[in-house]
């Protein structure tokens, strides 16, 4: 579905990505880990449209979209959440994900129905199926932690994209709302049948979820493989996870 | 949301209605000019307050639309025979073609270079204005308009100000509460998130300039039915100034905010330069207290104060 051919992104000099090769094929679930700096989220915004890339083919759904803006990539049914919050603050949990909603109807040139008529239903489910039914009317600003990235999520949702990526999902969250989130995405994969690229610091739920793993470092593809394969690849060990634990 | 308005509300404004209907018959005509006045002003501010309340754009020259709605439509009146209905509408069009011209090359920037650009685009339309003496009549601008028999008077001019006004502000509020208006407060809150949901940012921010700039141009065009002239510092910049300070004094996140700030500083304009020469002395300490006692505008702030709901679209502080 996803075909990352020779990617690579500098600024100004410093390779962030080069050189990386990734696949991602319908209804898997991928992760990239890698220690900071690895250029795990650069490669996210380059998917993404949010940076364009220096060089390198992006291929979603047989098409080139290297390059493109972040809407027009949107559009062809790829969403993300972000790493650091990014949703919109001082509107309701309710708006947020609605305004989504309205992006992908293209209701966004309608001047004329009001706004507290349309997609309430399907807002509504939304947010339900993401556990925040309950918090629609609380400005987003004043959730907690571990909800603004639910939000962010299910703001990401809101598009019914086929293909979504998460930037570390949990990053910051308590453990009983890690837990939650780990029960979400694999939620997503199972009811909605999205395939998912995640880049995540918590070997817990890598390893719990992720059916394929990429692991980076500095820029480059370090090594691919199966959960099994990744756990017990030596280079891996010494480069991120820091144990001799050798199977 | 606010839906469904409480009984209270209704009658508060139905009584304000009327009460707006009513007053030419009590009130002096110079107070009947002053408030056709505000009427004018104060849909000018409400028509900036669509991009730079709801879009979050710096629009610093939101008068050159207002200046040329009220060029256009005191030309069509005076140099050719279009009836008054096509020459007024002419005024709201013209600037929205000008919007969308401006917009087309200011759109490209963001906040505070946007509102740069745009000084710089806008003083350049009223040097034009100024200078071409033979078309606009320089700087005196254009004076004794006639109009149809049923708005030259003074009270006919209020009630079509009025009529005009409330239309508007009626058409501008479905439009911000529709998924148009929706969207845009998501993009003001958070422009790239906005591109990430698949919006397009720019075209959509440009389609909000191009209706704020329409309805300047008709709050323009409402200015020569009331005031019969026009002159070339209607497009200057110190104006725009005074419609953003009016926002702001008024409550840029409330709807009928820019309608009482521009109610507040046409009444200070006036009141107090009739004591003194330094009004704007006055009107700057004003000013500061608003700034730092009410950061929301005066409406805003009576809303947290009678409607304390969840504080929402409350301003950053600093």
Redesign the interface.
Known sequence: MLKIEALSKSFDGFMAVSNVNLEVKKGEIVAVIGPNGAGKTTLFNLV???LKPDGGRIIFKGENIAGL???AI??RGL??S?QIV???????VF??V???L???EN??????????R?LIGETLKILESVGLAEKK???CG?LSHGDRKVLEIA??L??SPEFLILDEPTAGMAPEETGRCIDLIKGLSDNLGLTILFCEHDMALVFAIANRIMVMARGATLVQGSCEEIRCNQTVQDAYLGGSDVC | ?N?GFSLGVWGAGIAALAALFLLPAFLPRFYVYLISLMFVYGLLATSLNVVLGYGGVFQFHHCVFYGLGGYATALFLTKTGAPFFVSFLAGGFAAAVLSFVMGLITVRLSKLYFGMLQISLGSLVWAIVYRWYSFTGGDDGIHGISLPDVISSQKGAYYFTLIVTLVSLFIIY??I???????L??IR??P??????????KK?IL?ALVIGGFFGGVAGALFVVVDKTVFPDMLFWTLSLEVLIMCLIGGWFNFFGPMLGAAVVIALRTFVSGYTVYWALVYGIVMIFVIFFLPNGVLGYLQQKFKPT?????AKEG
């Open positions: 993404s449209g949010v803006p972040p809407h949107c559009k969403s993300r972000f990014n949703v919109f603050e001082r509107l309701t708006e947020n609605q305004i989504s309205m992006a992908r209701m966004n040139w309608n001047l004329i129905t009001p706004s507290s349309v009317d609380s400005v004043l703001v990401a809101g598009v | 949301m839906k479905r439009i509460k529709s998924p148009f208006g929706s969207v407060q998501g809150e958070n790239a998130r906005s591109g990430m949901i698949g919006i397009n940012v959509h389609t969840k504080g929402r679209a409350v």
